[in-house]
Every structure is written in structure tokens, then in C-alpha cells.
């Protein structure tokens, strides 16, 4: 009989717990930051959170309005034409009056809760989290510059229309009622962005003062 055996013990007599993950948990991805900070740095802003708070509120209500007036208005129309067969040239023009705050303001409101639509293949590219997180603060800069060039030809236009005092063709309502939809939507978006690269700047600045610290 050998007294050596060459049996080697598998992975799996290896011990779970002399694994260390402290790598791999390294290279998982941040969480997404919105406008909208949590935990101290929310105590230190309160006062932002307090005011935002109202502002979601009213941004929430209109928004469901104009939708809800919006499929109030197509449904009309559905019924006039095809049950009737007398539809109302009008409703076109409102359905868009609708249809466009509607938009504009859902950009903001998705802009503030970060559920606008976002790329997957940093975190491919980029393993460390702080690489990450700069990257990511980076696109948001830049989207802020892209809000402020076509928000400021939008709203230029919108205040041309609201200034002439244009009235629209059918219900001879002012087009700076439409117009005016672009103002709230630019404005309302950059603001969160804003927002966004302050909440993503100062956790980064948080992250490199806890590394340089070990």
C-alpha cells in the first residue's frame, strides 16, 4: 500500500469563507444617482427636498391632467367621426395644446426619478466604481450643455410666438399657449440635471476621500 495518496482535495473542500470577494464586489457597478440625494447629505439639503417635494407634487397633478384631457379629447373625437360622422376640427388642436405639456413636463418629472433612458455598456468598459461614477458624471455635464443649446432656441421661439401674440387656426387660442409648454419643459429638466451632477460630484468627492483614507 502507497502511503502517499494523489487524491487532491476539490473546490469544493475549500473553505467559503477564506474566499475573499472584497474584488469582485469592487467591480460592481454603482447604484444610479438621481436628482435627488438620500441619507445625511438629503439632512444637509433639506430645505431643497422640502421645496422639490411641492414642485413633483404640481409637475404629478398636471401631468395626469393633460393626460387624462388628452384621452378625453381622442375618444371624443372617435365617437364624433365614426358614430356621428361629424368631427371637430378643433379637437386637433387641443389634442396637441395637451399632448404637449404632457410631454414636456413628463420630461422633467422622469428626468427628476433618473427613469429616462440610460446605456448599459459603461460598466462594461469601466470597472471601478469611481471610474464609473466620473464617467457618469461627465454624460450628465454634457447633457446639460445639449438642455441649455436646444432649450435656449426653443424657449427664444416660444417667446416670439407668446410676444406676437400668433393665434392658432381653428380656435384662435394664442400659440403661445403650446409655446409655452417648452419653457417648463427645458427649464424643469436642466434644473434636474443640475440637481443630478451636484448629487453625483459630491458622492464622488465622497468616494476618493474614503479610498485616499485606507
Known amino acids: 500500500m502507497k502511503g502517499n495518496s494523489d487524491q487532491r482535495p476539490g473546490p469544493s473542500e475549500v473553505p467559503e469563507s477564506s474566499i475573499d470577494d472584497t474584488e469582485g464586489s469592487e467591480r460592481e457597478p454603482p447604484e444610479r444617482l438621481t436628482a435627488l440625494p438620500k441619507g445625511p447629505l438629503a439632512e444637509r439639503l433639506r430645505w431643497v427636498i422640502a421645496t422639490e417635494a411641492v414642485v413633483q407634487r404640481i409637475l404629478y397633478v398636471f401631468i395626469v391632467a393633460f393626460g387624462l384631457c388628452l384621452a378625453g379629447l381622442?375618444?371624443?373625437?372617435?365617437?364624433?367621426?365614426?358614430?356621428?360622422?361629424?368631427?371637430?376640427?378643433?379637437?386637433?388642436?387641443?389634442?396637441?395644446?395637451?399632448?404637449?405639456?404632457?410631454?414636456?413636463l413628463g420630461i422633467a418629472y422622469v428626468t427628476r426619478d433618473g427613469e429616462h433612458i440610460h446605456g448599459g455598456i459603461l460598466t462594461m468598459v469601466v470597472r471601478g466604481p469611481n471610474g464609473v461614477q466620473a464617467v457618469r458624471l461627465i454624460v450628465t455635464v454634457l447633457g446639460i450643455a445639449a438642455c441649455a443649446v436646444f432649450g435656449y432656441f426653443a424657449i427664444r421661439y416660444a417667446l416670439f410666438e407668446i410676444q406676437t401674440g400668433r393665434l392658432s387656426s381653428y380656435m384662435r387660442w394664442p400659440k403661445g399657449l403650446w409655446s409655452a409648454s417648452l419653457i417648463f419643459g427645458f427649464v424643469g429638466t436642466t434644473i434636474y440635471m443640475i440637481l443630478q451632477a451636484v448629487h453625483q460630484f459630491l458622492d464622488l468627492q465622497a468616494r476618493l476621500r474614503a479610498r485616499s483614507q485606507r
Open 74 to 104: 381622442m375618444f371624443t373625437q372617435v365617437v364624433l367621426r365614426y358614430a356621428f360622422a361629424s368631427p371637430f376640427v378643433g379637437i386637433e388642436e387641443l389634442s396637441l395644446l395637451f399632448g404637449a405639456w404632457f410631454y414636456f
